[in-house]
C-alpha cells in the first residue's frame, strides 16, 4: 500500500469523528520504483494532507519530507524536493501491517500491500 492510497483512507466505523488520519503500524516495508513525474507531483501537491503524509512516512522510517508543505510557487525548481515528495508517495509500500483508527484503536490488516477495511458485525 502507498502512502497516496494511506492518505485517502479513513475510519468509518458507525459513532467515530476522528475518522482520519489512520496510524500506520509496519511489520514489512519495501520500496518499489516508480518513474518520476514532476508535473504529477506538482498536481497531486494540494490533493494530499501533508501532515498524515509526513507522519506515515515517518512511522515507516522515512524522515526526509519538511513539517510543513513548501509554496507551490517554489517547486518548479525544487527538484530535490519533488524527489523526496516522489519517493514517499509512490515508492514507499507498506507489504504488512496494520492502520489503525485513532479514536477506537481498531486495526485494520495490511497483507500484500492490500488494506482490509472491512468491519466486524457491530462496527456497522
Known amino acids: ?44 501537491i494540494a490533493k494530499i494532507d501533508w501532515k498524515a503524509l509526513v507522519d506515515g512516512a515517518r512511522s515507516m522510517g522515512y524522515t526526509e519530507l519538511p513539517d510543513h508543505a513548501p509554496d507551490t510557487t517554489t517547486l518548479e525548481s525544487d527538484e530535490p524536493f519533488l524527489r523526496k515528495f516522489h519517493h514517499s508517495l509512490l515508492e514507499l509500500h507498506l507489504e504488512e501491517g496494520s492502520l489503525v483508527c485513532s479514536e477506537t484503536g481498531r486495526k485494520f490488516p495490511v497483507n ?13
Open 1 to 44: 500500500m502507498r502512502l497516496i492510497v494511506h492518505n485517502m483512507l479513513s475510519c468509518n466505523i458507525r459513532g467515530v469523528v476522528n475518522k482520519f488520519p489512520l496510524r500506520i503500524e509496519p511489520e514489512k516495508i519495501i520500496v518499489k520504483e516508480v518513474d518520476f513525474n514532476p508535473d504529477f507531483l506538482k498536481h497531486m
Open 112 to 124: 500484500k500491500g492490500i488494506p482490509n477495511m472491512l468491519f466486524h458485525e457491530d462496527e456497522v
